[in-house]
Nanobody, 127 residues
Framework: QVQLVESGGGLVQAGNSLRLSCVTSGGAFSTYVMGWFRQAPGKEREFVAATSSSGGNIYYADSVKGRFTISRDNAKNTVYLQMNSLKPEDTAVYYC????????????????????WGQGTQVTVSS
């Protein structure tokens, strides 16, 4: 089965950076739309960023645009999320997700557009 494992989370002060990684195994990574979502305690899971199978299409939530960068290395079956200028409101568990569907504006930022999910990695940003 397809498995996704996130890493790179931690505790940082506001204004600092973190780089999250997500390694995918058991599937055709290079064909998947890859996304990052996050969920804070007591809140709904929200979209962060997504990239098409080739990396040719990228989309960000307005809340992270200009601060976060999503990228992928299909040779390593890995998707990354570089997070700069972190804010306390970025504190959440971050999940990577893989979707078997073709890139679409209708599904790229929807959790329902993804089929496989990682276990999550905690990001905590102190003020």
């Amino acid at each position: 089965q397809v498995q996704l494992v996130e890493s790179g989370g931690g505790l940082v002060q506001a204004g600092n950076s973190l780089r999250l990684s997500c390694v995918t195994s058991g599937g055709a990574f290079s064909t998947y739309v890859m996304g990052w979502f996050r969920q804070a305690p007591g809140k709904e899971r929200e979209f962060v960023a997504a990239t098409s199978s080739s990396g040719g299409n990228i989309y960000y939530a307005d809340s992270v645009k200009g601060r976060f960068t999503i990228s992928r290395d299909n040779a390593k079956n890995t998707v990354y999320l570089q997070m700069n200028s972190l804010k306390p409101e970025d504190t959440a568990v971050y999940y990577c997700a893989a979707g078997r569907r073709q890139w679409s504006i209708f599904t790229r930022e929807s959790a329902r557009g993804y089929d496989y999910w990682g276990q999550g990695t905690q990001v905590t940003v102190s003020s």
